[in-house]
């Protein structure tokens, strides 16, 4: 099995689930740690019991090492800068979402990633999770009919500090790229278009917008809807959204942790004004890893089969597209084209 000397940057409170798992894989090795600040950087390495160098620079760090695989969980301001310096000097890159801060941020990590043929993927970990894979599996097998309207609601009042609250759009930015992201696994369709309006309502803790409405209108012709706020305290949703799928045939409803149930137009009783529906319940059968370590076990998988893992920075960049585009309807008032 290959080994992976890997960096990682970015000491923070994600570190630990990173490390949680490069800790419990074989081919992983850890060879240094990265952050601005060096005292979080070394208490991190203590914490963690690990004899490695730590660095304030990414660069500095590659030249004392052998590293051939980057870990960035630094925040979203430096995504761009870690990511390109990585790829530039030879590694593989792993990072936290989201991937940069603009569209054309995000564009030129892509083409980087391209043109040094390295990889770059992206942690989606919302997308695994025993739920959301029967949720698809019930969609693409036509069970409701065809897919016609996909909402989404994500209604939690968290306490976070640090860089959240001082951003433009929190939730747009930080949080709504997952809900994004599981749309369009979940339907395999793209954006096309974003209606967007975003605000701060009364209560909210953050500088920024911390809630917002879209309208996107999806590549198979189905809407895509989403409500959110991250200020909203009381009757809140699970973080993996309230979900509503109406299709051809029926509708299915998914809380974000139960199994997905989906009640249909029962064939065997004749239609009516209200038709007769009978409920049918997700099959839960996935048997792989969830969160974090079912994403970084299909990187880890991807790397070494040489393939490009699902979450991609290519694919990735179609769901971060649906956050700058969200955000630039917000910012114009207008409906926004991809
Ligand atoms: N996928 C998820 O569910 C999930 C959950 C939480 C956070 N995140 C993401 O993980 C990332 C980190 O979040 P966090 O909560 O750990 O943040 P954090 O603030 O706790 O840690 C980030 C660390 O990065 C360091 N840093 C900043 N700029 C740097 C640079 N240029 N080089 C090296 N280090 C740098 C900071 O000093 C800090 O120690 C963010 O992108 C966030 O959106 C993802």
């Known amino acids: 099995m290959k080994n992976h000397k890997i960096i990682l940057a970015g ?3 994600m570190a630990h689930t ?13 060879v240094g740690f990265v952050d601005v600040n060096a005292a979080t950087a070394k208490a991190l390495a203590e914490r963690r ?35 390109t310096t990585a790829l530039e000097r030879g590694c593989h890159v792993f990072g936290e979402k989201p991937m940069a801060e603009s569209l054309k941020d995000a564009r030129e990590v892509v083409k980087t990633a391209q043109r040094t043929g390295l990889n770059y993927f992206v942690m989606q970990n919302r997308r695994y999770q025993k739920e959301i894979r029967a949720f698809k599996q019930l969609l693409a097998t036509q069970t409701i009919g065809q897919v016609g309207s996909i909402h989404a609601d994500f209604f939690l009042g968290p306490h976070f500090g640090g860089f959240r ?23 395999g369709a793209d954006a096309v278009s974003v ?13 920024g917008n911390s809630s917002a409405v879209c309208i996107f209108e999806m590549s198979d012709g189905s809407v895509f809807t989403y409500r959110g706020s991250w200020s909203a ?23 974000g942790s139960d199994n997905p149930v989906c009640e249909v137009i029962d064939p065997s009783r004749p ?13 839960n059968t996935w048997p792989g890893q969830e969160g974090h370590f079912g994403c970084l076990g299909e990187m880890f998988s991807a790397l070494e089969e040489e393939r490009l893992a699902e979450t991609d920075c290519r694919d990735n960049f179609k769901s971060m597209a649906m956050v700058f585009k969200a955000m630039e309807s917000a910012g114009s008032g207008k409906k926004i084209f991809f």
């Open 18 to 30: 990173w490390l949680d798992y490069a800790s419990n894989r074989n081919s992983a090795e850890i």
């Open 49 to 83: 019991s690990l004899q490695v160098p730590v660095f304030t620079d990414l660069s500095d760090a590659l030249d004392q090492t052998d590293a051939s695989l980057v870990f960035d969980v630094t925040i979203p301001a430096a995504h761009k800068q870690v990511v």
């Open 271 to 283: 239609r009516g004004f209200m038709d007769h529906v009978h409920v049918i319940e997700a099959e």
């Open 11 to 13: 000491c923070g409170t």
């Open 165 to 187: 609250e001082a951003m433009e759009s929190p939730l747009i930015m930080d949080m709504a790229i997952h809900t994004f992201d599981q749309a369009r696994f979940l339907t």
């Open 195 to 207: 209606y967007c309006h975003e605000y701060n309502p009364p209560g909210s803790w953050y500088e």
């Open 233 to 255: 305290v009381g009757h809140s949703t699970s973080w993996e959204a309230d979900w509503r799928v109406t299709g051809s045939k029926g509708t299915a409803r998914w809380n």
